[in-house]
């Protein structure tokens, strides 16, 4: 018998709530009946190989592409198809895929405009020691144009401006592109203190299943703009079709490796 109550106290209801979306670039329907959630405080992840529609999922939530249909909750309030300024507002930062920064701006500027919308200002002076704290070599180029970075570096950036919003809520957009296995354990360990610390919730999108079954607590699967599985990190971990395909770990030959490329049984 269940013990759960009928309405749950706000606190324990999710902090983001997609029901059945569908995006799409003009004829083409890049995700479809996409539903899911992220609770206060968790990492969740959502997999998918290139293509997947991982990006306009972020790209839906921040308002960047407006939906054809169903709705978006954050904090209990419809934020479907809103303005992206009035949705970072609300808390929600978004990393971008390729760490847009402003190349021409020192990276302490690039910090400052993550906060532009922020009154307090002991508060912005508070986060962007935070944020040298957790990534030291900003603050070493802290007076160095962004463009000058390393990719690394710029991914680093590119976290920490979203982190100068404060925000409640942050999207990750495969943190993990472009670099090396040694650079995305970092930024990956300190992705998992940003939410462990600062009790920042985070949706991070990844190709690297490796990296982001280990760093969150929720997963899903995307497969052609439909999500075909979910479960907790620690259960998709021990699947078959989640070890095989996305973690290259095989347990037998090639011929079977030819096999499940050709046919995949999400379960
Ligand atoms: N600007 C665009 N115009 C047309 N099709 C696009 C555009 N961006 C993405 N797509 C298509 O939408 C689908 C999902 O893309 P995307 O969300 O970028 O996937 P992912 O981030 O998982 O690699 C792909 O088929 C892609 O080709
Ligand atoms: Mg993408």
């Excluded at 990276?107 to 906060?115: E, I, P, R």
């Excluded at 979203?162 to 592109?177: F, G, I, K, R, V």
């Excluded at 360990?189 to 462990?196: P, Y």
Aim: proline share 4%; glycine share 8%.
């Amino acid at each position: 018998m269940s013990t759960t109550p009928a309405t749950l106290p706000a606190e324990d209801a999710p902090v983001l709530k997609l029901l059945n979306v569908e995006s799409a670039y003009g004829p083409i329907k890049a995700i479809r009946g996409v539903s899911l959630k992220v609770r206060r405080g968790e990492v969740a992840t959502v997999l998918g190989s290139n293509g997947a529609g991982k990006t306009t999922i972020l790209k839906t939530i921040s308002g960047i592409i407006d939906p054809r249909k169903g709705s978006i909750e954050f904090k209990g309030q419809d934020i479907t198809a809103r303005d992206p300024a009035f949705i970072v507002q609300q808390g929600l930062s978004h990393v971008p895929e390729g760490r847009e920064v402003f190349a021409l701006l020192s990276v302490h500027d690039n910090l400052l405009m993550g906060a532009y919308t922020r009154k307090d200002r002991d508060g912005v002076a508070r986060d962007m020691e935070a944020v040298y704290g957790y990534f030291p070599i900003l603050k070493e180029r802290s007076a160095q144009d962004a463009g000058l970075l390393s990719g690394g570096q710029q991914q680093m950036l590119s976290i920490s401006r979203a982190l100068m919003a404060n925000p409640d809520l942050m999207l990750l957009d495969e943190p993990s592109l472009g670099l090396s296995p040694k650079l995305t354990k970092e930024i990956f360990e300190i992705v998992v203190r940003i939410n462990r610390e600062r009790g920042t919730t985070i949706l991070l999108v990844e190709q690297n299943a490796n990296m982001a079954l280990n760093a969150s607590d929720y997963g899903y699967v995307l497969e052609n703009g439909r999500i075909v599985m979910e479960d907790t990190c620690a259960n998709l971990r021990e699947k078959d079709d989640i070890k095989e395909f996305y973690l290259g770990l095989k347990e037998t030959g090639m011929r079977d490796e030819r096999r499940w490329k050709k046919k995949k049984n999400w379960r």
